[in-house]
């Protein structure tokens, strides 16, 4: 059974930076393309990030992140991560990784992702 979970999301000030990760089990998570999404109140889901699979070598960040943000993947710890740097109160939402084994291009699209964790609550406040 794939299984994605997220954890890392908690309350940060301005400024302040949180690392999520993404534990997969019940699959090798180095067959597919991962993404990270977030769903603040009131708004629809955005993309954040997204990562290729191992050797494809491709990345997407949002332009609201870019220079903050960044994604990585551990795949002998079968974990994705994202680092968040730089945090802004814009950035609360809830967060999403999702995978996939779909060969990533230039776009990160919800639509191509078939399986998602249950998301982790990032809050920046002072």
């Known amino acids: 059974q794939l299984q994605l979970v997220e954890s890392g999301g908690g309350l940060v000030r301005p400024g302040g930076s949180l690392r999520l990760s993404c534990a997969a089990s019940?699959?090798?998570?180095?067959?597919?393309?991962v993404g990270w999404f977030r769903q603040a109140p009131g708004m629809e889901r955005e993309a954040v990030s997204c990562?290729?699979?191992?050797?494809?070598?491709?990345?997407y960040y949002a332009q609201s992140v870019k220079g903050r943000f960044t994604i990585s993947r551990d795949d002998a710890k079968n974990t994705a991560y994202l680092q968040m740097n730089s945090l802004k109160p814009e950035d609360t939402a809830i967060y999403y990784c999702?995978?996939?084994?779909?060969?990533?291009?230039?776009?990160?699209?919800?639509?191509?992702?078939?399986?998602w964790g249950q998301g982790t609550q990032v809050t920046v406040s002072s």
């Open positions: 999702a995978a996939d084994p779909f060969t990533l291009t230039d776009v990160c699209r919800e639509l191509d992702f078939g399986s």
């Open positions: 990562i290729s699979r191992r050797l494809e070598e491709t990345t």
């Open positions: 019940g699959f090798s998570l180095e067959h597919f393309a």
